[in-house]
């Protein structure tokens, strides 16, 4: 163990591991981390996946709630009461130099914790609590509940020692929103490039393929994410069908959950059904093999301030991909991105048409700009910077200079 590790306790409000967003980002962290010598701990809800190599605190069992809590539920407000509890458990037992926070409710909790094991506390910031309720349709956009959890989110934002936005525009957003607040440094999402690796999953692309029913040389766009309203799904169904009608040897696979029965009965009334596939749940272990049968990609999330870290798999495994014109998407691609308006099929349609044709230049600017931009390794080393600056009282350092991709077509200066 390297002699500059580091204890450290993270807390997730969350049904760790679920194969999906803020779940992947927690993991990588994870992993980096401990690749780099350092000491890990997880305290997260009762259900979710063990994942092998990853000391995890779960929660006293929930009997009557078995299922993954995916976004915003009335069920989380007694999660994290008992997440609260065995925080606090292990906070004492294992003594913590940081305690790393996930999620508004976890940095609440983690400031609790933070306070009895005398750690400084970390807050990873994936976006604005009330505007993933929002999205989720848990409370409406205006009236007294949107105000008390606008008031709620303040108060967390000035608990923890340093925020890390997972995105520019979370962080553009904590900004607007607050004249005071702790240190902020952006921590952008990243990738396991060894995992994400078109070169090692190029044998899987035709047995993938056989699987799914579709042949060998099909034009083939693939998502891989949550089926959510907020996500673009019912966008990208509609947007499938158009496609499907001007490429007549094309496939859209569809990958992902909850409500894999709703959404394919709703792209069953649609033409060309039956080139629409819902493969389910893929766990994380598959997703590069998923994404191998694919020639372009879809990420039509609409959130303006949420991260959307499936980008950066597409472009690892060279996927052309379209999605919503924002900054959060545009910090990502840059100029390599096929940019369209949220909700919006015809226009969703007309770019997935055009990024299947993509050259082969571009799909080499991808895996490029996410090799010398948004790898796990380059992340986790202005981690530990801030980790180091906390535990000697320091202030934090200038974040290291974003390198310049090898390729102009990477270059969005």
Not at 78 to 97: E, G, N, Q, S
Not at 149 to 170: H, N
Not at 321 to 328: A, E, I, P
Request: proline content about 7%; overall charge neutral.
């Amino acid at each position: 163990m390297a002699i500059d590790s580091y204890r450290i306790l993270m807390i997730a409000p969350t049904s760790f591991f679920a194969d999906y967003g803020c779940h992947v980002r927690i993991l990588e962290e994870i992993r980096a981390l401990q690749k780099r010598g350092h000491i890990v701990e997880l305290c997260t809800y009762h259900n979710g996946r063990d994942i092998e190599g990853i000391p995890i605190h779960r929660t006293v069992d929930i009997p009557w709630r078995k299922r993954v809590v995916v976004g915003s539920s009335k069920h989380k407000m007694y999660l994290d009461v008992a997440l609260f509890a065995t925080a606090l458990r292990y906070a004492r037992r294992f003594k913590p130099d940081i305690i790393h926070a996930h999620l508004h409710e976890g940095a609440l909790i983690g400031a609790f914790a933070g306070k009895l094991a005398g750690a400084p506390v970390v807050f990873d910031y994936q976006g604005s609590l009330t505007e993933e309720m929002m999205d989720h349709g848990f409370i409406p956009r205006s009236g007294l509940r949107a105000r008390l959890f606008r008031k709620l989110e303040s108060v967390i934002d000035r608990l923890p020692d340093v925020i890390l936005p997972s995105s520019r525009a979370a962080e553009t957003h904590l900004r607007g929103r607050h004249a005071r607040l702790p240190d902020v440094r952006t921590i952008s999402d990243a990738v396991d490039l060894d995992r994400f690796d078109p070169e090692r999953w190029a044998s899987a692309r035709q047995a993938e393929r056989a699987r799914l029913g579709i042949p060998p040389d099909a034009p083939v766009v693939v998502y891989l994410g949550l089926l959510a309203d907020y996500q673009g799904t019912p966008a990208l169904i509609e947007a499938a069908s158009q496609l499907l009608e001007r490429r007549r040897d094309a496939y859209v696979v569809i990958a992902g959950y909850p409500g894999v029965g709703r959404h394919a009965a709703m792209a069953a009334r649609l033409p060309h059904s039956e080139r629409i596939l819902f493969p389910g749940r893929i766990p994380y272990e598959d997703a590069p093999a998923l994404l191998s049968i694919g020639d372009a990609a879809a990420a039509p999330k609409r959130s303006a301030t949420e991260a959307n870290g499936k980008i950066l798999n597409y472009m690892a495994m060279r996927l052309p991909t379209v999605c919503v014109d924002n900054t959060v998407n545009r910090d990502l691609l840059g100029d390599l991105g096929y940019y369209v308006p949220p909700d919006d099929p015809a226009a969703l349609a007309h770019q997935l048409h055009r990024a299947l044709d993509a050259p082969e230049l571009m799909r080499d600017a991808l895996r490029q700009r996410v090799t010398a931009r948004f790898s796990w390794d380059r992340q986790i080393r202005e981690i530990e910077r801030i980790y180091a600056a906390l535990l000697s009282g320091l202030p934090l350092a200038a974040p290291a200079p974003r390198p310049s991709p090898a390729d102009s077509l990477g270059s969005d200066d």
